[in-house]
Nanobody
């Protein structure tokens, strides 16, 4: 059974930092591309950052230079370091296993999601 468990969300003032973590079980973590997505009410879920098994990364333009994605295969955990947070970063953040680092699915590929963690940035 695949489980992705996010943690680290919360309330922070604009300009502050948070680090999200996503712990995985039930998958061959080191072989999977991992990603962070976010969603606000009434909007579609959007890619924030992705990282391949070979540590190639991709970021949404809106977070480039502020967010950093990283993975620890020994701990089966992917991280999202979020700095210089802005109110528009407020969203529920989801961890994904299996999509490409650009956010697309592949035929027959994995597509697993965590339950999400709320990030709220106050102005």
């Amino acid at each position: 059974q695949v489980q992705l468990v996010e943690s680290g969300g919360g309330l922070v003032q604009a300009g502050g930092s948070l680090r999200l973590s996503c712990s995985a079980s039930g998958i061959a973590f080191s072989l999977n591309t991992m990603g962070w997505y976010r969603q606000t009410p009434g909007s579609e879920r959007e890619l924030v950052a992705g990282i391949t098994s070979g540590n190639r990364t991709n970021y949404a333009d809106s977070v480039k230079g502020r967010f950093t994605i990283a993975r620890d295969n020994a701990k089966k955990t992917v991280y999202l370091q979020m700095d210089s947070l802005k109110p528009e970063d407020t969203a529920v953040y989801y961890c994904n296993a299996g999509r490409t680092r650009f956010g697309s699915t592949s035929n027959g590929g994995s597509d697993y999601w965590g339950q999400g963690t709320q990030v709220t940035v106050s102005s």
